[in-house]
């Protein structure tokens, strides 16, 4: 067995749950929102001000890889505050963003969770194995490439179908990099496609209600980066979904790097999702 296929098939989700175990520890002893807004007093690779909690929790999730590496398993790492990480093969990828929707979890809001891909290649196409753990409703999503996607041990079910009223619009759409400003730029195109809008915080976890047909559809409405995405996207795609990273030059071809390439765009359908990368397109 050759260094790639023996790295793809460690125990990935073994460590992913050990790693959000104590990440739920760290969370939980870290409440008042005074402690979870220190600040390091750097910014990490993605450019994001890197908070205490964040640094603490990169830490908890690169001593699980340290394992795995000491079991010979060979990788690299690209995470959100320190950038790549050499574990011995370029050409296995772990992505990792050990707290998505950072904000949240500094302000004391549900949804912020971890988020961890592995890829046997460069891009979200080669994404092989996705892992999130959402703190606040303590949900717990991963998918394998070919084998389909769960939520909490239970399969999610690969037929459900976005909802649509009347006119054809969509029940609930998720938005995400809701800058008010962007939202203005795309408020009519918004009004054209969707009855409502959540905006939940975090790309991760966004991705995965697409995932469980909880929404019937998401967008980013800005560049987000690899380690924000490249789980959920496995997720959502596994559990009957696509996805598609509309500025990149195929649906799912943005690199797995830390710059932010291209907005992510999820649906329960294909004509759903070329509708939504149409916002793109007029922006």
């Not at 209600?209 to 929404?215: C, F, G, M, P, T």
């Not at 795609?237 to 790097?257: I, N």
Request: aromatic share 4%; with cysteine.
């Amino acid at each position: 067995m050759d260094a790639i296929s023996t790295a793809i098939e460690a125990d990935w989700l073994g460590a992913c749950q050990r790693a959000s175990e104590r990440l739920s520890e760290m969370l939980a002893s870290t409440t008042g929102i005074a402690d979870r807004a220190r600040e390091t007093g750097s910014r990490g690779s993605g450019g994001d001000r890197t908070l205490v909690i964040d640094e603490a929790a990169e830490s908890i999730v690169l001593e699980e890889l340290d394992r795995l590496h000491a079991e010979g398993h060979r990788f690299s790492a690209i995470s959100e505050e320190r950038g790549e990480i050499d574990f011995g093969d370029p050409s296995v990828r772990v992505v990792i963003d050990p707290i998505d929707g950072s904000l949240n979890a500094k302000r004391g809001l549900p949804h912020h969770a971890v988020s961890i891909a592995v890829a046997a290649g460069e891009t979200m196409a080669d994404v092989e194995f996705g892992y999130v753990f959402d703190f606040g409703p303590r949900e717990e999503w991963w998918a394998r490439r070919g084998a389909g996607a769960w939520l909490n041990g239970v399969p999610l079910d690969p037929d459900l179908k976005e909802r649509r009223g009347g006119d054809g619009r969509l029940e609930v759409l998720g938005l995400e990099s809701a800058d008010p400003r962007w939202v203005r730029e795309s408020i009519d195109e918004l009004a054209a496609v969707a009855y409502r809008l959540r905006a939940i915080g975090a790309i991760a976890s966004t991705l995965c209600q697409v995932a469980a047909a909880r929404l019937d559809g998401m967008v980013s409405l800005h560049n987000c980066r690899a380690v924000d995405a490249a789980a959920g996207q496995l997720i959502v795609r596994e559990a009957g979904g696509v996805v598609s990273f509309p500025r990149c030059s195929a649906p799912l071809a943005a690199p797995l790097d830390a710059k932010p390439r291209s907005p992510v765009v999820a649906a329960r359908s294909p004509q759903t999702l070329h509708r939504l990368e149409r916002i793109h397109e007029r922006r």
